[in-house]
């Protein structure tokens, strides 16, 4: 009988895959066997997992009982087996698909006894009653030996990146205001022993959240310019340059979110690093990511009303007849806010009775204070009018 198990469900790929194949001979007589050869379904690491041992025909008649080749009724014998696996291989599985023993040699007689996968078939009824029966009293068997149904088949193993060690932190200050450019500071530090190169970022509006979120959603490195549509969501493999051990660097990441609510934004980090396992030389691609929810609030509470030049609230406008626009702006952001300038742009079917000139340029307002603007305007008579005109466009800037 036959069982592989890999020591681990995954293994990194800068540790070597490590596993196990135990055999059992059930007839009465011992059984000295010339090979061993387990086979993947990636076959460039067959030829690292072969014993082989050239038995002369005295060997076979003395000393059957003694060596890794010999199989003895009643015990479980354990082939220890390792090798590199290839950096191409992370994130795909490894699996064993046969393991072969060989009894005899190639010139003379020669038997080989193939197990399909990992060997016995652990989902077979017999089996299944023989691991019943063995969660009864077992006898009590020296350290070095294992109960053979205590044996579980694990034939297939991950490959996984190797464990970063870089530190990535995020700097900002929540909550984002509606269309402002907000910083995000990234900082990734590298805490390697070696030189890291190749480093790479990736950061913007983690990927698989509402379809509406990416198309409201901007990011650039450069805060002195305002992100319009063409901008993207994420920005990818940005080039960072190369890493020294305990070097750091800083990058600024500016965000334009036009609609409230909540956003996650993704930070990843990769690069490359040699490193040796088993005396072998290879190049690691790492990676770590750091996420963060950010809100997205309004700045401004904007109300406007229609009155009277005696400040009488007015349900509707009169032909010819002067009216004042009032506008009210009450901060609603947790930070103080400078509102730049205002500007009333007024629709074709709408006139001014006086110069539109902006009355809160510079005003600074604290969370819960507000501003107020007041327009006198006309609307003049163009016939027969029937359903409401269009006053125009109340455009604001500002900044924090």
Same mark, same amino acid.
């Given at each position: 009988?036959?069982?592989? $198990? +890999?020591?681990?469900?995954? +293994? ?68 220890? +087996? ?76 991950m490959i996984i990146s190797r464990v970063p060690n870089i530190s990535v932190h995020l ?133 406007? $009303?229609?009155?009277?030049?005696? +400040? ?84 604001i800037s500002w900044k924090r």
């Amino acid at each position: 009988q036959c069982k592989a $198990k +890999f020591h681990a469900p995954s +293994f990194h790929v800068d540790v070597p895959v490590q596993f196990d194949i135990y055999l059992k001979a059930d007839c009465p007589h011992p059984i000295r066997f010339s090979k061993l050869c387990v086979s993947f379904n990636n076959q460039e690491y067959n030829q690292f997992c072969v014993i082989e041992e050239a038995s002369k025909a005295n060997e076979v008649l003395e000393n059957l009982t003694q060596g890794k080749m010999c199989l003895v009724p009643g015990k479980t014998r354990k082939l220890l +087996f390792k090798f590199v696996a290839k950096t191409e291989d992370v994130g795909k599985k490894i699996e064993i698909t046969s393991v072969d023993l060989a009894l005899g040699n190639e010139t003379g007689r020669c038997v080989v006894l193939n197990w399909q996968g990992g060997g016995g078939d652990a989902a077979s009824s017999q089996e299944a009653l023989q691991a019943a029966r063995s969660f009864k009293r077992r006898p009590k068997l020296p350290d070095n030996e294992v109960h053979w149904d205590s044996i579980i088949i694990q034939a297939s193993t991950m490959i996984i990146s190797r464990v970063p060690n870089i530190s990535v932190h995020l700097l900002h200050e929540p909550p984002a205001l509606t269309n402002e450019m907000y910083c995000l500071v990234v900082t990734v530090q590298s805490h390697e022993k070696t030189q890291i190169r190749d480093v790479k970022l990736t950061a913007g509006l983690k990927p698989g959240q509402d379809a509406n979120l990416t198309q409201k959603t901007h990011v650039t490195l450069h805060g002195t310019e305002l992100c319009d549509e063409s901008y993207p969501a994420l920005l990818t493999d940005i080039p960072v340059g190369d890493l020294h051990p305990g070097e750091q660097l800083e990058k600024m990441l500016y965000v334009r979110c036009g609609t409230v609510g909540s956003r996650m934004f993704l930070v990843y980090v990769s690069y490359l690093i040699n490193t040796t396992v088993e005396e072998k030389e290879i190049v690691c691609k790492c990676h770590k990511d750091e996420t963060v929810t950010i809100e997205t609030v309004f700045p401004f509470d904007v109300a406007v $009303k229609f009155v009277s030049t005696k +400040f009488e609230h007015l349900d509707r406008v009169y032909a010819d007849i002067p009216f004042l626009l009032m506008t009210d702006l009450l901060s609603a952001s947790p930070w103080a806010l400078t509102i730049v300038s205002s500007e009333l742009q007024l629709a074709p079917s709408m006139t001014t009775v006086d110069q539109l000139e902006s009355q809160v340029d510079n005003v600074i307002l604290q969370t819960g204070e507000s501003a107020s603007e007041c327009f006198c305007l006309q609307c003049p008579s163009l016939g027969n009018v029937e359903g409401g005109v269009a006053t125009g466009h109340y455009i604001i800037s500002w900044k924090r």
